[in-house]
């Protein structure tokens, strides 16, 4: 079923859905299971696959040489998705790249995903790869994720890259898109990035999830500027639950974010990370509460392989 079915189906009911990230290649998927157990009780319609790109590795050689390769450290998105669906009877959506990717590729893994029954996806540029300050488009790669929407709805229209036509009327994706209530960092201003996701959902996305932000203002402004502009469809907020003291530096180097002071000075004075749990905790709860007030449609939350938390959160909301 489509995100924007669901969100139908739920006639203004607030969902709860989660994103998780692959475990590093090598390791078995049953600790991921763990950790998606305890929050089935909050009957996700949906669970979020993260993408991770390519990147180089250096291997010793001795002799001093050493080697350069590449390597995708979290693969296995799509066979993750597929498993969970099955096991879960849930609905999943795997993210899927411009960066580190083909357009070929791109197309490949969809048409799976149109065997595995996955009508959802997210479309996403992707970042720079480590070690690189800018990103660079992939060759044969797409390089905006509005581009990337653009192939995505194609093929669900039943036109591949060497087709000439759209052969359906009937999209069989439901495509979701990245916003920024505080601004894509390397967007020139705030009216500029708006634009480009305006025209994400007019090459064909069908809805938004947003960058984490603790500061609900800024999502209820990013709401409202959308709308003015003419984006209609659903904007669900990407929750992040903090929890360690070091989140307070490297969420905001992360993720381009700002904390506000309130929860910075009773993250700091908090006596340890069990403490800073606790306080992540509760203003999620109280973040979240105001959320569902205004009438979010999803409450989405960046898991990071960890549930306890949102558990505990989600226990006091849903
Ligand atoms: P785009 O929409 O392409 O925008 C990128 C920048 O280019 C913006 O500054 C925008 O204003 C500008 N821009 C867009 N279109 C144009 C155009 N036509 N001309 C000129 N400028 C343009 N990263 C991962 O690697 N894996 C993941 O699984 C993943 N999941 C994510 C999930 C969510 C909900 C979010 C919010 C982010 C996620 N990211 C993920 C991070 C994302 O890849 C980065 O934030 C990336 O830098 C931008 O991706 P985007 O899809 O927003 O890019």
């Not at 203004?12 to 600790?31: A, C, Q, R, V, W």
């Not at 996806?121 to 797409?142: F, I, P």
């Not at 999502?219 to 903090?242: D, S």
Request: with cysteine.
């Amino acid at each position: 079923m489509k995100i924007t079915e669901h969100i139908q189906a739920a006639q203004g009911k607030t969902l709860f859905s989660i994103e998780i990230i692959p475990p590093p290649k090598g390791t078995g998927i049953e600790d991921l299971y763990k950790n998606i157990d305890p929050l089935m009780e909050f009957k996700p319609p949906f669970i979020d696959v993260t993408t991770s790109r390519e990147e180089y590795v250096y291997l010793e050689k001795g002799n001093g040489l050493v080697e350069r390769k590449i390597t995708r450290m979290r693969p296995g998105t799509l066979g993750i998705c597929a498993s969970i669906q099955y096991k879960y009877n849930v609905d999943t959506v795997p993210h899927v790249l411009c960066g580190g990717f083909t357009k070929e590729e791109t197309e490949y893994l969809l048409v799976d995903c149109l065997y595995l029954g996955i009508d959802n996806v997210m479309a996403l540029r992707g970042d720079a790869m480590k070690g690189e300050n800018h990103y660079k488009a992939t060759s044969g790669g797409h390089k905006y994720a509005g581009d990337l929407v653009a192939h995505i709805a194609d093929i669900g229209h039943g036109k591949f890259l060497t087709d000439e036509e759209r052969t359906s009327d009937h999209n069989k994706f439901c495509i979701g898109v990245a916003g920024y209530p505080e601004k894509h960092i390397e967007a020139p201003s705030m009216k500029y990035d708006l634009q480009r996701l305006k025209e994400k959902v007019d090459a064909g996305a069908d809805y938004v999830v947003t960058q984490m932000f603790f500061d609900n203002q800024k999502y209820f402004q990013f709401v409202e500027e959308a709308r003015a502009i003419g984006i209609t469809v659903p904007i669900i907020p990407g929750i992040k639950p903090l929890a360690t003291k070091s989140h307070l530096s490297m969420l905001p180097k992360t993720f381009k974010i700002d904390l506000p002071e309130e929860l910075i000075k009773a993250v700091s004075s908090a006596k340890d990370n069990a403490a800073v749990r606790q306080v992540g905790i509760e203003w999620t709860v109280s973040q979240c509460k105001e959320l569902l007030e205004f009438g979010v449609p999803v409450l989405h939350f960046y898991s990071m392989g960890k549930s306890e938390n949102i558990q505990k959160i989600a226990k006091e909301l849903f």
